[in-house]
């Protein structure tokens, strides 16, 4: 099993900047994607940002050039700097890791919430 603890979000006005960390913990894993998703009320949950084990990352449209993530594998975290916040960023966010833990398996953070005033 792979816990995930999140940290960063909170509340800033638009055009400001929040910076979200994910970290992983648990025994005997190999970490592949690591990324971040927003759920809206009543709706699905988003891919917002991911970053593969090479480093390769993709974007949803909306916030390219604006958001950018990152890991650090020596600490098993994903990081979202989240740049030129604007309204429409809120939401609560997820941090979603694919680890090896005897075959492939999807994990999720508990989400931390994102207010962003107008």
């Known amino acids: 099993q792979v816990q995930l603890v999140e940290s960063g979000g909170g509340l800033v006005q638009a055009g400001g900047s929040l910076r979200l960390s994910c970290t992983a913990s648990?025994?005997?894993?190999?970490?592949?994607?690591m990324g971040w998703y927003r759920q809206d009320p009543g709706k699905q949950r988003e891919l917002v940002a991911r970053i593969t084990n090479g480093g390769l990352t993709n974007y949803a449209d909306s916030v390219k050039g604006r958001f950018t993530i990152s890991r650090d594998d020596a600490k098993n975290t994903v990081y979202l700097q989240m740049n030129t916040l604007k309204p429409e960023d809120a939401g609560v966010y997820f941090c979603?890791?694919?680890?090896?833990?005897?075959?492939?398996?999807?994990?999720w953070g508990q989400g931390t919430q994102v207010t962003v005033s107008s």
């Open positions: 648990g025994r005997r894993f190999s970490i592949n994607t």
């Open positions: 979603n890791v694919n680890a090896w833990v005897g075959g492939y398996q999807n994990y």
